[in-house]
């Protein structure tokens, strides 16, 4: 497990920085995989984007993600418990694999009404 | 306001005798109703047993009147919903939970498509901070019971369906038997306890959970404990932290947003009945109102675990009325303002000592640490903007107003300049009085019930949102 890099989104869904995130020893290129990783709700407030790219090593899973997420954005780690976590639009265990281009969505549930 | 007292008076006589000529008039109408033995129910509460629905059978071998037909005429015409569908609804019946913004457009639109019994439970009254979303209710039920106006609204529109009025606030005493009594349930509330709540009550009777949410500018909807679809526990077994459940009242939101998921989940509650169509269930809507996305995303199954629904579960009535969801989920199922007292009384002031001081010409400086965009919609004159996320940055600024504040004053002013915090309620205020005495400010001081409390105790015409 290693990232890369990560670029983040917006509010309008553009590109609107690129960070580096050294956190762990740089892998070779074509060990990388790069997800786009979808915030909603309250992690839409607690990382103040709607969504990033991220680069992580082949092998990685969902859950490896999720930990790279919070120490990127460590007030994440206030819904790490209760949430729904999509792959690709379906529902995915934090056991499962993530491959090249993978959508990650990250959605805590809404109470409001 | 008080210059109005006599008119004031005059009008609340005038709506007394009103009432009491329109309390005559349903009087006589009812009398008519019984005589000509009308469909019409206009009023049931839910003391009364629910009859069983019953609908005209003319002859045409679906049950429909002629009225009926020419009232459903355009739903009659959709070949998968058809005299077939709207039969089903007519024999259904659905709970609402909440006659709020989500329920506003859902209660309409059950309302208007024929559904034989509608039921609504607020404990609510109507508010004007209300309007911009709660479509159903009128100005002029402003202070009455947000179930009498939801009703009254429904009756307007079809006045030959049952309207149940359940004015009460859902609870473990009174859910089991409400619920009961309907095939459908929709989750309108607006907090986390009651989730929970009306999830497990469901599962325990066996009833689908078309269950919605809505803040800010996204709304999820989805259908739980239906066709294998997992509940709200299998989804969220543990309860989120408070601090991640905000409120409209906090966070805000656009009034359409609860709208187009009220929108939806009549729509879904609305096949579920006539039985048509794909169900929400296994799946989660997510609408994102800001970037006009919608996303339709697979949720898990029953969870063969869970401790309501699951394989080995044993979740019985009993339990359900002996669980505590507030202390489960750690907040309240009415939820008040929070109203913490992290400060002793010698460092807090009212708003009223606060007016006094400044009418006395004392140097001070007031720091307001609402976020920017709070402070856009209203202050305190000469009130310094500093949000509580970015105080502990920005002392040096707080510093300089003071020593400011001092020269404008000249020597004369002994003591130096006070430091006053004000915030909304009176909650982050005192977190931002903690922060500055640690940080040396020892003199900060806050004013209790923030803005509020000056809107309320000295100038009644200062907004308040």
Redesign the interface.
Known sequence: MSVGGLSTMG???GEVETQQANILPKASDDSLLSIKVLF???A??LTGL?GISLEVSTGSTAHDCLNLLIAKFPRLD??R??M?L?LN???TSESSLVRDKDEL?I??????? | MESNGGDAFRILEEIETLKAAKSDIEHRIANLQVQIGGVAVEEMTDSILCPPISTNDAGFGHGLSPEMVYRYSRQLLLPSFGVKGQSNLLKSSILVV?A????SPALLYLAACGVGRLGIVDHDDVELNNMHRQIIHTEAYIGQSKVKSAAAACRAINSTIDIVEHREALRTSNALEIVRKYDIVID?????PS?YMISDCCVVLGKPLVS????GL???LTVYNHIGSPCYRC??P????T??????SD?G?LGVV?GV?GCLQALEAIKIASAIGEPLSGR?L?F?A??ARI??????GRSLHCEVCGENAAFTEQMFQDFDYEKFTQSPLTPLPLKLKLLPENVRISAKEYKERVVKGEAHVLVDVRPEHHFKIVSLPKSLNIPLSSLEGKLPEISSALKEEEKCNGPTSSPGASLYVICRRGNDSQRAVQLLHKMGFTSAQDIIGGLESWARDVDPNFPIY
């Open positions: 509010e309008q869904g909603f709700a309250r839409r407030d709607t206030e819904i418990g209760c729904v999509a639009e379906e529902y969505a959605i805590p549930p809404i109470s409001g009404g | 909440g709020g913004g989500l329920g309108a509330t607006d907090n986390l989730r919605g949410a809505a803040l996204e709304g999820q989804l969220f543990t309860p989120p932290p601090s991640a459940c905000q409120r409209c966070s939101v609860p998921i989660m997510l994102d800001l970037s996303r339709i995303v697979k949720i898990r």
